[in-house]
């Protein structure tokens, strides 16, 4: 049935929109304003952004000669274009589904081909399994249908304004610039093509313009503070890594005023730069081993001289046109430089990028002249065409890598109707690249878009270097994804469950009562875990130690001291799960931070330094221990007379932590019951009294949305005595 | 310094109690009443009571020959007597210290050495681990501080009247209880001894009374019912196992007028009885084996013909006298006489035994003559000798073998501290003797008194033999100490946590106002586990088959469903249990009883007969099955058109129990998070409409007296359409 509806696409009417025109290209360039106008204003805005990104997208693949472009894969780590073909339709009725804009599937069977392929974001781990693809008229069909749903949609769907991220609505836009990716993307994939596989489309037409590339040079961008803030108020589109906030204060350093030209890079080429391993960092080394490179990928050596290619041709060199190279590449390219020149020649940070735009006043203001959007044509153009303040393609020609791995800003969340845009990419193995190439359109054209890529991946991509000193440390992006360290962070930093307080919030609280106005100088907090109750002491105490056995619970106390996030996975049901995110601030500790230090150590054998406390806490700790004799018998050694023992714990014991002969209690001695409290007083008799207790306090660790450990830890406080 | 406090003990006042006069007898033979009397009239009664057990158990040492009796084992599977000599004492100790009547131990090591070496209800596991014991003159000086100390705390210790089970003072009752049964026990030992190593005492003599056995004869005891009921304000001392309730209804049966005399045994030693297995039970026979008996163990074959071994000698056999055996002796005897006579022979039941007790007149007074609390002498006396009704010995002489194996009454819990004296022994390997010896005394001797041993040990015991039709099966003595097994019957049928109301009857409430006046004949309840739920539908069912994938599971269903009570134990901390019973009754759902039938079954491959239901619930299951989808695409099957499913769970899906393809939910799906509820929706949208929820209902499970489960399981309810 559904090949039989292949020849009616010709004469239905939206066809006429196909053709990329002067002023469509004005419709796709930039993404709509989601708080303007009336509603039906808005639905004409979207009707005309969906309709020119639709199809331009389609008119895309006039650029494949034949099917056999459209099954044939152009690299190995992706799937063959049909896959894309179909892919962005698909992706329309998933979200709009999500959104509850539609409530049912146009084809479950291409629904689930065309769902997930390839990660856009994670590149290089192809599932191979054997697809049985749909004949390239079957999808343009079942495009057709979608195309008429969304229209259908955006004619007819209930619109309260404004769009905003908790707007169903928001499905649609998010719909329009994934598919302004793919746009993006999926010319690559047809610039990789065997060029037997391509063909020239009127639509799809490269400039032509080349002359003598400019001699490259450094200028100086002045010092001064980059401020990224993008607000959920924001009337433009973004994606998740956008919104939160970040600011940076940038010494002043120099930057090449024109993006590598490819006559720049050929001197790299000419020097060997590809077959000397010492320019190159350990993962270069490991991909330039792989791919066996020697020049640009784009760039083709013919017995006539070196040619260029281009998306559907390949044309003698353009010298004066950008170098298109990954990261690695450029990345030996600046340290080949470093070496020739003995300056500090580096990839710009994200930062610097910012930091450049801001001092070429783009802002504030769009540029007046850039290669992208589509305006110039369908290819890079040279070097020194578009000036932008003293610099040249700051935006616009093709992206630029930077030093800076892809990390989320404080306040970042995930969308809850696309959750892994971005999260996957939090891996320090994904480089941002900024500024955007000639088909970069839509969001992807904005100054708050932040893009990232494996960094042995090709797209339009150049770059420019800077001179300048140290990199700042890249903001970690990690997410804690193993199921007892994300426990723990939610455990002691997160939400509270069953109205129960947070328990390391509440046994400080508890031990401020009981010690009144003692001393409280130093503390220790032995066992600290994730270490929310090593902050919450120094609220009171000068210097915390927070000690524990396992190096990596410390790592998160650390990360937080350090003012940076908190990041972590939340188990919500089967696989699926949460992205959560806690600073020291929002917990109103931040002050706390230069007050704590961190440290691994056995509580059985505890390093010499940590003595002389007032007070130390011990929370459930003991029933975790492999010696509690050990602990109890020698504890009293780090406190000071008078000082305060802290201990809490559910007592439970088991083989797997402590061998039986070894537990506290819990055990029939010599007949009779004889509880783990009663091996506290046996164990601490000598050196200490019983202060307080015992006294319950009971604490949550959410393992999943549904299921949450509810435990009583028991709590008692022993003053030393001797 | 303790051996130099050896040579003070002759001189202490309170020996002048030592020898057992007429006057100290009547003192030791009754446990006193708890009720009565003025506080300084019981401290007086305990003084003597305590004074006259300490000091007669003393003086049964006097037994020994030499100190040699007191290091070499009488038998292998116990310790030697020096043990039990210091055991008494450190019971004092250790009881007196949990009651807080005293706060610190006499003798920490002591204390330990003594404290447990075989658990007397478990006999024949004793830990072979070296023991140094002390002198037997160090042992004398600490019993000597105990009594000393047990008299300051009787004389001098607040008291208020009564002395019932939660009086603190009821340590010390026990404490002199549990002396008069090693008093028992010991003599037991000593009587094991080789005769060198024993000697006589004047204190001890054996009656020497004996004559030609009489014949013996059967004679009727008419129907009757036997109530037994033991409540904590009974006035007098007593055990954990004989609170509680128990009745039976007792058709007429036939009862051996005299205990079985040596002379009647002789037949069976004769016709070969120890060399046939036929007449030995499975048991029995393996003990056979390993014991290689073949007579009485208390019988010595000498040239000049049998003699019989007493407490301290060897006497020509005494053939009026009882044969004194083992349960497995006793029960072969009854099965050969059973082949000899063609009548329906075995030992009493339990309840056979009280039923004699109150056709005799025992239960309303205590007998007129009766070999026994020390009466007659320091033996057994002729079966002839004491009359009780027509029967002789129906108390007294040697205790009698049932054929029951000790059991709970309703209502049994265990005293918080001896929790370990019963409870050990429901496990259906440990048989009841009744009626008492010549030398029980106190709690030993009452009508309530119920004593257990393992079938192979060796008391003062024979047996009685009955003639009557099959047994009734022994209620259920085992109390369930598998951990899940033990975790559900608290979920289910235990106490509420954290304010969360019973989970099983939480569901059953919201069905029951979602159902409304819905047809309520047949309901399935499907993955029933312990039951609960099962019993919670039959409130408003006519019918409800409760089905479980575990045959575990199921019994504590079929269990509570039988009228029995559910036993178990409770995790509380390391090693430690509390015991824990539950019966319908106490829910308030002894009227379901007869609606429901439980069953195995797997909810993925259910039985052609489960059909027919009008409503089916399904509550934690779903996340448990191998192949959710095999149930999910049947079960409308089972269910009546219009009928309703309901489905709880809190979509733990962990691959352990469903293969990650099989689950309903909780991954991404084409792309999208695809939770449980989507695939539900999904996979019964065929059939079922979804009539109410989802919803969350909370659940606790208790993992120990600290660590809870608390989850929550979303709850749908779905009508059958077609």
Not at 442 to 457: C, D, M, P, S
Not at 566 to 579: M, S
């Amino acid at each position: 049935m559904q090949s039989g509806q292949t020849n009616l696409r010709k004469d239905t009417d939206y066809q006429q929109t196909l053709a990329l025109d002067a002023r469509q290209q004005t419709i796709i360039a930039q993404t709509p304003n989601l708080q303007q106008g009336t509603p039906e204003q808005m639905r004409a805005t979207l009707r005309a952004y969906f309709l020119s990104t639709f199809d331009c997208y389609e008119s895309l693949f006039d650029c494949l000669a034949s099917d056999e472009g459209y099954y044939r894969k152009s690299i190995s780590l992706r799937h063959p274009l049909i896959f894309y073909y179909g892919h962005t339709a698909t992706f329309f009725v998933n979200k709009l589904l999500l959104a509850r804009l539609i409530d049912q599937r146009v084809d479950q069977n291409f629904e689930s081909i065309f769902a997930v392929g390839v990660d856009e974001m994670s590149w290089d781990d192809v599932n191979e399994a054997h697809y049985s693809w749909p004949s390239v008229a079957q999808v343009k069909v079942y495009r057709d249908r979608v195309r008429a749903l969304v229209l259908e949609v955006i004619d007819t769907a209930p619109l309260a304004l404004p769009i905003d991220w908790n707007n169903p609505w928001w499905a649609i836009i998010m719909g329009i610039e994934h598919e302004r990716i793919h746009l993006e993307t999926s010319s690559v994939l047809i610039r990789q093509h065997k060029v037997a596989l391509v063909k020239k489309s009127p639509q799809w037409q490269a400039l032509t313009q080349s002359a003598k590339a400019p001699s490259n040079q450094l200028l100086e961008v002045p010092a001064g503070r980059v401020v990224l803030s993008k607000g959920k108020s924001d009337p433009l589109y973004g994606w998740d890594n956008e919104y939160g906030q970040h600011q940076a204060d940038i010494s002043s350093f120099e930057a090449s005023q024109y993006l590598v030209s490819n006559q720049e890079f050929l001197a790299f080429v000419e020097a060997g730069g590809y077959l000397n391993f010492h320019y190159w960092e350990q993962e270069g080394r490991d991909w330039l081993e792989f791919s066996q490179a020697q020049q640009p990928t784009f760039w083709v050596k013919k017995t006539q001289g070196w040619y260029l290619r281009l998306m559907t041709e390949e044309v003698p060199m353009h010298w004066d046109w950008p170098a298109e190279v990954n990261y690695h590449e450029a990345k030996a390219f600046c340290n080949w430089k470093k070496a020739e020149t003995g300056l500090a020649v580096r990839l710009p940070s994200e930062d610097e990028w910012y930091r450049l735009c801001d001092h070429v006043g783009l802002n504030t203001a769009h540029p007046t002249t850039a290669n992208y959007q589509l305006q110039l044509g369908a290819s890079s153009c040279p070097v020194n065409l578009c000036q932008q303040g003293d610099f040249y393609d700051v935006v616009g020609n093709v992206w630029q890598w930077t030093e800076t791995p892809i990390y989320p800003f404080d306040g970042f969340e995930v969308h809850t109707i696309y959750d892994d845009f971005t999260t996957p990419t939090f891996d320090e193995r994904h480089n941002l690249i900024k500024g955007g190439s000639w088909i970069s359109c839509g969001n992807e054209t904005l100054y708050a878009a932040r893009y990232a890529f494996r960094r042995h991946f090709f797209q339009h991509a150049g770059f420019r270097y800077v001179v300048s000193g140290d990199l700042k440390p890249v903001p970690s992006s990690h997410y804690e994804t193993d199921k007892l360290m994300s426990e723990y962070a939610e455990f002691h930093y997160g939400d509270e469950y069953f109205g129960v307080v947070n328990f390391s919030k509440n046994l400080v609280d508890l031990a401020m009562s009981i010690l009144g106005d003692r001393e409280k100088v130093k503390a220790l907090d032995l066992g600290c875990a994730s270490g929310r109750a090593t902050f919450e002491l120094a609220r009171h105490f000068d210097q915390v130690a927070g000690v524990d056995f396992s190096a990596r619970f410390i790592t998160q106390g650390v990360l937080l001291a350090s003012g940076e996030m908190l990041r972590y996975t939340l188990a919500e049901e089967g696989d699926l799960v949460a992205y959560k995110a806690r600073s020291l601030a929002e917990l109103g500790l931040a002050a706390t931070q230069h007050r704590v230090e961190f440290s691994q150590g056995d509580a059985c054998n505890l390093k010499p330094q940590l003595t002389g406390f007032d007070f130390i806490l011990a929370a459930n700790l003991i029933d975790r221990l492999y010696k509690p004799a050990k602990f109890l018998g020698s504890i009293h050694e780090r406190l000071n007379i008078g000082g305060v023992l802290m201990l809490a714990s559910p007592y439970t014991w088991l083989e797997e932590h402590t061998p039986k002969e070894d537990w506290v209690g819990g055990f029939k001695k010599d007949g009779e019951s004889f509880t783990t409290l009663d091996g506290l007083q046996a164990q601490l008799a000598k050196h200490f009294r019983l202060l307080h207790g015992p006294q319950e306090v009971p604490f949550v660790i959410r393992e999943t949305k549904r299921k949450f450990q509810h435990s009583l830890s028991e709590v008692t406080f022993w003053e030393r005595i001797l």
